[in-house]
């Protein structure tokens, strides 16, 4: 009945349509609904269009993922190919150098060949010139008569040609030709067949026959050889292409000590500074009275030496400088950069292998060149090991597969032990072993540091742990040191004992090392020589200047 009644009451149908129409700000429910149901229909839109960009987005990400994937595969391959690459390179550097050594070997021998050819064109031509008593005399004589002609005309031993032509007797068969077309002839003067003496003979040691001159300057003061004993010593010591001009110039032994190194260039035309440099050295030997041992080592043998340090590129730039033994012990920094030797690491390594001979008193034998009991060595004699005794160890502890990159390195027993920065990770970079190997490496420095011993070992890390110290690497060089006007001026008035700058200096004392037990003689490897320290900072000093 309220309801009703108030359903009928006018007042509540017009508070019930101000309701109806004012219910949001003037707006009407149907224009807020049909309002609501526009933003629906918009969002439903945004929605669809967000799903559908989510689906591109997502392939997109699929397809990069796999693009990845390929990149990743494509990079994977190409550090392989990259590492194929390297080895490959490190093998045919190792060939490289190997086809080097082969070459100096062929120039050596090929030059012993042309020595022997030599020998054999002498003996036709003294046989072409030889008087009719010669020929009647050669008639009687014996196989071993005449082989020891043979032998008595150039250096003092049997060519292996000759003998086996005089075996044939096809000297007499040639000479019996000869007479037979008119090519000697019978009214020849005969003379008496004199042996020793200089000929005017091709080739330089074919001059003068190894018995004729050497018995009489031995007993002669150099200052009083004549000019023909004085160009006999040139062909000795292996200036014989000065031979000539210093016929011309010499007088005796005295003109060669009194003269300068300006008049040693002018008048025989000694512009090589280390021909200039043995000849004086050589000359500066006469002063002695004790010979050295290392005037016994002549440039032959340091070229084989140069293949025992393991640094056989430089052989043919050493062997055209004529360098002995004596040059060896008193080679400066400057010598080697004048013989393109740049490497700091290879500076180190002539250095040691000097020091070497220096400690065995220049035995021409002193570096093991052959394996012996790997369970027994000690740092004595891994300082005597070769580049090849080197790389026989690397092959002893399963490194085969790198002994190659060793050859050319310089690495040598005397390197490994005396050099206090040299370490098994230099040796590593040596043989190309990659940084993430570390297994390998790991290895490689157990054995490393068994081989040198735990007193040597020590020094390293030590010297290691100084400061300013600088890792030794592969790629360092020493430059030649920039002098002023004024050392320019006094440069030219040094003598040859006043140069300060050896590659490995003697010194002035016996070193502890050396005047101890036997057990010590490469005991304090450090100091060996105190010199071998400095010197390395001085190469790091100069190395560092690039």
């Not at 006007?485 to 300060?500: C, G």
Request: include cysteine.
């Amino acid at each position: 009945c309220h309801v009703s009644c108030r359903g009928r009451d006018p007042w509540h149908k017009k508070s019930l349509k101000e309701t109806w129409i004012s219910s949001g700000n003037g707006e009407s429910y149907q224009e807020r609904l049909s309002r609501l149901e526009e933003d629906k229909e918009s969002l439903v839109l945004q929605v669809s269009v967000l799903t559908d960009q989510v689906k591109a987005q997502g392939e997109k990400i699929r397809d990069l993922e796999n693009s990845l994937g390929e990149y990743q595969h494509k990079l994977k391959s190409t550090e392989e190919m990259l590492q194929q690459e390297l080895l490959k390179r490190s093998s045919l550097e190792s060939q490289k150098l190997g086809l080097m050594d082969e070459v100096s070997c062929l120039k050596l021998k090929l030059e012993n060949m042309e020595e022997k050819h030599i020998k054999i064109i002498t003996l036709l031509l003294l046989l072409l010139l030889s008087p009719k008593g010669i020929a009647e005399k050669m008639k009687d004589m014996t196989n071993s008569d005449l082989s020891s002609v043979s032998s008595g005309v150039d250096s003092g031993q049997q060519s292996p040609v000759l003998q086996e032509n005089v075996k044939n007797s096809s000297i007499r068969k040639l000479w019996g030709k000869m007479k037979r077309t008119g090519v000697l002839s019978d009214d020849i003067e005969p003379t008496q067949f004199k042996r020793g003496g200089f000929r005017a003979t091709a080739g330089p040691r074919l001059t003068q026959t190894p018995d004729s001159g050497r018995s009489s300057r031995a007993h002669t003061p150099f200052s009083k050889w004549t000019t023909e004993q004085v160009c006999g010593w040139l062909e000795d010591i292996g200036l014989g292409q000065y031979v000539s001009l210093a016929r011309q110039w010499v007088n005796s032994g005295q003109t060669l000590l009194s003269a300068t190194p300006q008049e040693l260039e002018k008048e025989i035309c000694i512009k090589h500074p280390l021909h200039r440099k043995k000849l004086q050295l050589s000359l500066r030997a006469f002063s002695y009275k004790t010979m050295e041992k290392s005037s016994e080592l002549d440039h032959i043998w340091v070229t084989r030496w140069l293949d025992d340090v393991g640094l056989p590129q430089y052989k043919d730039q050493f062997y055209e400088s004529k360098v002995d033994g004596r040059m060896l012990q008193y080679l400066t920094v400057n010598d080697l950069l004048f013989l393109k030797v740049t490497s700091q690491l290879h500076h180190l390594s002539i250095k040691c292998a000097i020091h070497v001979l220096h400690v065995n008193k220049f035995n021409p034998n002193c570096l093991r060149r052959r394996p012996g009991d790997e369970n027994k060595t000690s740092p004595s004699e891994v300082v005597q090991w070769s580049n090849h005794r080197v790389m026989e160890w690397l092959r002893s502890v399963d490194l085969a597969e790198y002994a190659p990159n060793l050859r050319g390195s310089g690495v040598h027993g005397g390197l490994i032990i005396l050099e206090p920065r040299f370490q098994s990770e230099t040796l590593a970079m040596l043989l190309n072993i990659p940084p993430q190997k570390t297994l390998l490496r790991r290895h490689l420095t157990t054995n490393f540091n068994s081989l040198v011993g735990p007193q040597a070992q020590q020094e390293k890390q030590e010297f290691a742990n100084a400061s300013g110290h600088a890792p030794l690497t592969t790629t360092a060089k020493v430059r030649p040191t920039k002098l002023g006007f004024t050392n320019f001026r006094q440069l030219r008035k040094l003598k040859v004992d006043e140069s300060a700058d050896y590659i490995c200096p003697m010194d002035t004392g016996t070193p502890p090392a050396l005047s101890g037990t036997p057990k010590r003689t490469y005991g304090s490897f450090r100091g060996i020589s105190p010199n071998l320290a400095r010197d390395s900072d001085r190469l790091e000093k100069v190395g560092s200047k690039k």
